[in-house]
């Protein structure tokens, strides 16, 4: 498959579809009678427009549509390949392949005669329109807030046909404030209920300043059998049960006004009364409440955003009790499970939806934009800037990537230093700038922003770069290396955060005792994130330091290897299959999986962990990815998700890197949570030696 | 001094009774693969996860075999400067007693089986030698062999 | 954990495009050639939703639609097709046929994208 641009792709193909377009065209011209033939001139000229509108060849793709519909009609037999027709295509397909491999060529006026031809012997006017004009947006109005009443059903078997009811509430969620009544009425008793379908029907009712065809648009693919209808509800509505029901056409209005001169509520007496049915006044109720809710919402809002000073310990505190209000509810899941009391386990997972909403809002508090601590620094610069005789000016971008505050507070120091450094060792002074053809004042520059699950915080400074000569000698006096040993760039450079290590020639009251570096490796780590120092392009020198989102929790997925228990980051796992006993016994050496195509390799970790039981006899592969590459993990049981409060290992497991860290499980006792990078660097230090003692 | 006695393998030894934290009972413990033998396992205290070590393998006799009277004794040590919970596997625990300082005697120098590295004092108790362990030494980090064995 | 999508095309660069822009957002993509194929991945590994060209060689995308449809478990698996045509007789069989929705060609990725999230979130 060609790596890169879809358009290279589709230029390739192209080719080879103008190739098999000529010979059937040739072919045709030989037998015209021959059915085949035509299906694939019309396949072959389907595909080029089709792919060639998708990659940017919208005027190639207008022109083959011509072509294309001609042959459309020779497949219904409306029209004879004659020898003109089938001349014609072959130029046509002469002006296709010039416009996709020489889009520079001016061939209009071949076009044009091609096209004039093909109209005549089509017989039709040319379908003037061509390629559909999309739809212009219409008009934007200013957004404005409406309230919409939308009922609606399935089609008894849209869930066999794919439609997921859930997914169309939640997208109208997404345009507002929505409240929603799924009416029951139509449910079969439980003996009579096909588990396949469709029963329930559902009253909305949205706020939303979106435009009415955002609404039509959740419903595109069952409006036709939905039994849809959506109505606009005057804003200025008191919102009273009465009001909604008469506008609803459930009762008339006399009626209504009679009943509310009596005292019990309306609704139940409607219902008693046989006015209403019982479904009605449930849904009715629901957008009274909606409408209260929306009436709050507005007057929230004219005041303005409002937030509160904490103290800091308390959401510490907070996020202890979270931490351990998930671990309770893990043993609560389990309890339940093994229970088996249905309306337990209904109540147990409730927890769980609770707990992981409570455990996301939790962690949004703590999150502080960066630009916190960046402003501290602004000071900083100014003033080594001052006391080196430096002009040093300090860029920052992504200040409003935001942080887990004790990780800010924790950044704080390592931070400091390597901009210390960045500054006293990197950008140099002023005089030798110029000399060197820079301009006078040195740039330091912090960024920060997000990369998938990980913060990214980068110190870079144009100055005098890292001195390779000079970092390999102070690494063999360090006895770091072998002298004269070759290293790759990043390994030599990752000596600098080794102790002790200084390449400074003058020891300034800054920095350059040697004590920094090594410590801010080691705070970033405690951070359990991993720090990079290297050369910039264009001169200078770039620390990254990368940081993973959360601390505290993660997402895992519990699987079970011997007798213990262990988490794999959910974020890594791809999928899981299963080992057959064939690929098991296959393979020995050498150990791959192929998974539809891909051949992948696995690790057994029963072998890494030693475990002393037998395997299981179906044991189960869970397929992580690690950047480009992916790697199974064969495990003996997948238990499932778990939400994983992070504990750390003590100093005495600390220097075990394939696992980053411990968690309590619902029945109170550990399980290890797998660092899968250096599991894997783990496994593959044990083939090393298993081939270095095999001789090979 | 007021130490803590507890016995392995028959021999009684004692810890200083202010570094422990708590005394219990077997609990589920979770091997860590690829862990040195002596701290092969974590288990879990109070919702913390402490490593277990069992003493028995620092002093070259055989793993422990779990019977009615083995106990986790729970303590908190100086490792690397920094303090840490960590929980001892032993056969037995007796009580904690005074050992005044004149039934100690200084660690002789030979004679020992242990590595003397590892022992602040001898004690009696009774009639018995009552061997005072040097718990941060024994965690100290270091090129150590795991083995208190006298070499 | 990720969610599979089975694409269907006869077409290299679509085939290509759906798997940059669907990896992309952290779906799992299975690809297939025509119809056939699609069928054999599609037994062999199961998918929580499929996108299938309809004009295809060896099964095409409505015959590819009613065979995956008679399989215990695609039912209840989102199928798009991919049409050129706003042809509503084409939709019509299609969802006949037990197709769930439908994208209409040319399209960008966003547009492929805001499908997918609707079907499967």
Redesign the interface.
């Known amino acids: 498959?060609?790596a890169g641009d879809?358009?290279e792709?589709?230029r390739?193909?192209a080719q080879e579809l103008i190739e098999q377009l000529e010979h059937s065209l040739l072919d045709l011209e030989q037998t015209p009678t021959d059915r085949d033939l035509v299906d694939s001139a019309f396949?072959a000229l389907?595909?080029i427009?089709?792919?060639g509108?998708?990659?940017g060849f919208?005027a190639m793709?207008a022109f083959t549509h011509h072509v294309e519909s001609a042959f459309d009609q020779v497949r219904k037999g409306k029209l004879q390949p004659s020898p003109s027709l089938v001349g014609l295509a072959l130029e046509a397909q002469d002006i296709i392949r010039a416009m996709i491999l020489e889009p520079d060529c001016d061939l209009a006026d071949r076009q044009k005669t091609v096209l004039d031809q093909l109209a005549q012997l089509v017989g039709s006017a040319a379908d003037a329109a061509g390629q559909?004009a999309k739809a212009s947006a219409p008009a934007s109005q200013p957004a404005q807030k409406q309230r919409w009443r939308i009922t609606f059903s399935l089609a008894r078997d849209a869930?066999?046909?794919?439609?997921?009811a859930l997914?169309l509430l939640?997208?109208l969620r997404s345009l507002g404030h929505c409240t929603v009544t799924a009416l029951t009425d139509a449910v079969p008793p439980l003996a009579e209920i096909d588990a396949?379908s469709s029963y329930l029907r559902w009253d909305v009712v949205l706020t939303t300043d979106a435009p009415r065809s955002a609404i039509d648009d959740v419903f595109?693919?069952v409006q036709?059998d939905a039994n849809l209808s959506i109505t606009a509800i005057d804003l200025s509505t008191e919102g009273r049960l009465g009001e909604i029901l008469v506008d609803r056409g459930e009762v008339p209005r006399r009626v209504v006004e009679e009943m509310v001169a009596s005292r019990p509520p309306l609704g139940e007496l409607l219902v008693e009364a046989g006015q209403v049915a019982p479904e009605a006044v449930k849904s009715a109720l629901a957008e009274q409440k909606h409408l209260i809710r929306d009436q709050a919402d507005s007057a929230k809002e004219a005041k303005a955003a409002s937030s509160i000073r904490v103290p800091a310990e308390r959401l510490d505190e907070l996020m202890d009790r979270v931490g351990?209000l998930v671990?309770v509810q893990a043993r609560l899941k389990q309890q339940a499970n093994s229970n088996g009391d249905p309306l337990i386990k209904a109540v147990a997972e409730e927890m769980e939806r609770l707990t992981s909403e409570l455990r996301d809002t939790t962690m949004s508090i703590r999150m502080v934009p960066i630009g916190s601590l960046f402003s501290r620094f602004r000071r900083l610069v100014h003033d080594l800037s001052r006391d080196l005789g430096k002009k040093v000016s300090l860029v920052t971008t992504g200040e409003e990537t935001e942080l887990d505050k004790t990780v800010i507070e924790r950044l704080n120091d390592p931070l400091v230093h390597l901009i210390r450094n960045s500054i006293d060792h990197g950008v140099e002074g002023t005089a030798e700038r110029l000399a060197a053809g820079k301009t006078g004042e040195g740039e330091v520059r912090l960024e920060a922003y997000h990369s998938g699950a990980q913060v990214v915080i980068s110190v870079k400074d144009d100055g005098r770069g890292l001195d390779r000569v000079r970092i390999q000698a102070k690494a063999e006096e360090n006895g770091l290396i072998p002298p004269g040993a070759k290293l790759p760039d990043d390994e030599l450079f990752q000596m600098i955060f080794q102790p002790g290590f200084s390449t400074a020639k003058e020891v300034t009251n800054v920095s350059g005792r040697g004590v920094g570096m090594d410590v801010v490796k080691r705070g970033i780590e405690s951070l359990r994130g991993t720090v990079d120092i290297g050369p910039r392009s264009g001169g200078g020198t770039e620390v990254t330091v990368r940081l993973p989102l959360t601390l505290a929790i993660i997402d895992g997925?519990l699987v079970r290897i011997g007798?213990?228990?262990y988490v794999i980051p959910?974020p890594t796992?791809?999928?899981?299959v299963e080992l057959s006993l064939a690929d098991d016994a296959r393979s020995s050496g050498r150990s791959f999986l192929n998974i539809?195509g891909e051949l992948v390799p696995f690790i057994r970790l029963r072998d890494?962990?030693?475990s002393p039981l037998p395997a299981d006899p179906y044991q189960k592969v869970v397929i992580v990815s690690l950047g480009e590459c992916r790697v199974g993990l064969v495990v003996d049981q997948v238990i499932g998700d778990h939400q994983t409060v992070i504990?750390?290992?003590?100093?005495?497991?600390s220097n075990?890197k394939?696992?980053s860290?411990?968690?309590?499980l619902g029945d109170?006792?550990?399980?290890?949570i797998l660092d899968i990078e250096h599991l894997i660097e783990?496994a593959q230090e044990q083939t090393d030696v298993a081939m270095l003692e095999a001789g090979e | 001094m007021e130490v803590l006695t507890l016995g392995l393998q028959g021999e009684i030894f004692a810890l200083e009774a202010d570094i422990v934290r708590e005394i219990l009972d077997l609990v589920p413990v979770t091997e860590v693969p690829n862990a040195p033998a002596f701290v092969g396992a974590v288990i879990n205290v109070r919702g913390r996860v402490v490593p277990l070590c069992d003493l028995r393998l620092k002093f070259g006799m055989e793993r422990s075999q779990s019977s009615r009277d083995t106990r986790i004794v729970v303590i908190e040590v100086l490792i690397d400067g920094e303090p840490t919970i960590v929980g001892l596997l032993v056969d037995k625990v007796y009580e904690v007693t005074e050992i005044t300082a004149d039934s100690m005697e200084a660690v002789p120098r030979i004679g020992l089986r242990w590595r003397p590295e590892f022992i602040r004092s001898v004690g009696k108790r009774g009639a018995d030698f009552v061997i005072v362990l040097d718990i941060e030494q024994i965690f100290a980090p270091g090129p150590q062999s795991n083995d208190l064995t006298a070499a | 954990m990720s969610k599979n999508i089975l694409s269907v095309d006869d077409s290299a660069s679509i085939r290509q495009m759906v798997k940059m822009t669907l990896s992309a957002a952290g779906y799992g993509v299975v690809e297939a050639c025509d119809g056939a194929d699609a069928l054999g991945k599609a037994k062999s590994s199961p998918v929580n939703m499929v996108v299938t060209d309809l004009n295809m060689p060896n099964m095409d995308g409505l015959s590819l639609i009613r065979e995956l449809r008679k399989l215990p478990e695609y039912r209840g698996v989102p199928i798009i097709f991919l049409t050129t045509e706003s042809d509503d007789e084409k939709k019509k069989e299609a969802k006949a046929a037990g197709a769930t929705g439908w994208i209409t060609k040319p399209f960008k990725q966003d547009q492929l994208l805001a499908v997918v999230k609707k079907v499967i979130g």
Do not use: Y
């Open positions: 498959m060609a879809p358009a792709t589709f390739q193909e396949r389907h595909t427009k089709g792919s509108a998708m990659f919208e793709a559909e869930m066999v046909m794919g439609i997921n997914l939640d997208e396949e595109i693919f036709d351990e671990i997925l007798h213990g228990r959910l796992v791809e999928e899981c539809r890494l962990f030693a504990k750390s290992l003590s100093k005495l497991h075990i394939a696992f860290g411990a968690t309590i109170g006792s550990v399980a290890l783990w």
